[in-house]
């Protein structure tokens, strides 16, 4: 018979993105084993990544440190600019066809990341299906939804649940795919972001999920209500950003405040880059109406 997982608040915290209360939480674990240890520090570090401090992976972490944690360390070099761009991607693709690698679910979950961030869904998705962690799972269904594989993003979904069904990475996923198939499976998806923020912590991450079914309900009012209550946890979230900029244009409010802190924090946002072709249309076809006039 196991014994308790001692890092499930650790890593329930992490899924929820409550990155403050992991790292709080990771400070009180102690007399744990090797793999414990190195799982514990991973969330340390994966939580200060999201964060957006990347200085602590990359000052403490060494060569002679733990397959998962150098591939932390790869994350946070990639994901904060901190190293070249090719290098990067170059050791990704060597640690992708190494056993020694392959057998390491945080690395497979790094590899899958950092391929998804470059568009490669192909990639990501091979590193997703080499392992059977929850966590690649989840990436897998998100990565799915993203290219519109809902069968094959609801099979990963099953899976989950049939490997646990409690678990809050099953049923944040379980909404993610609910919410996709609109409906009334939106109401769904609303009352899973409902459970888990009044069991745990209403987090910046369930307060956007809970306002994103609402605004596909068309309730804009209490879309922006929870949205702003995001902002006043994370005013640099991207996701709350463009999700109030979407709310606010619906309700005919000014979205410019918004427009410009998205693009302040995320100027790859996709948001971001639709405004700015936009505009750039505008003022190609401004400048051909001078010219012609």
Known sequence: MSGPDILFTLRNNFYLGAYQAAIAEAADLERLSEADSIERDCFVYRSYIELGSYEPALNEVSQQSASALKAVKLLAEYQGNKGDKETILSTVQDWAQETSYRSNATVLLVIGLIYAAE???????????????????????????????????????????????????????????????????????????QELGDKYNWTTRLLNGSAVCNMRMGRWEEAEQQLMEAFEKDAKSADTLANLVTTCLHLGKATSRYNTQLKAVAPAHILVQRNESADEAFRNAASAFEVSA
């Open 119 to 193: 568009d490669n869904y192909v990639e990501a998705l091979r590193a997703c299906h080499t392992g059977i962690s929850l966590e690649l799972r989840a990436l897998a269904v998100q990565l799915y939804l993203k290219i519109d594989r809902i069968q094959q993003a609801d099979e990963q979904v099953k899976a989950m649940s049939a490997a646990d069904d409690d678990s809050t990475l099953t049923q944040l996923a379980t909404a993610w795919v609910n919410l996709y198939l609109g409906g009334a499976k939106v109401e769904e998806a609303f009352f899973i972001f």
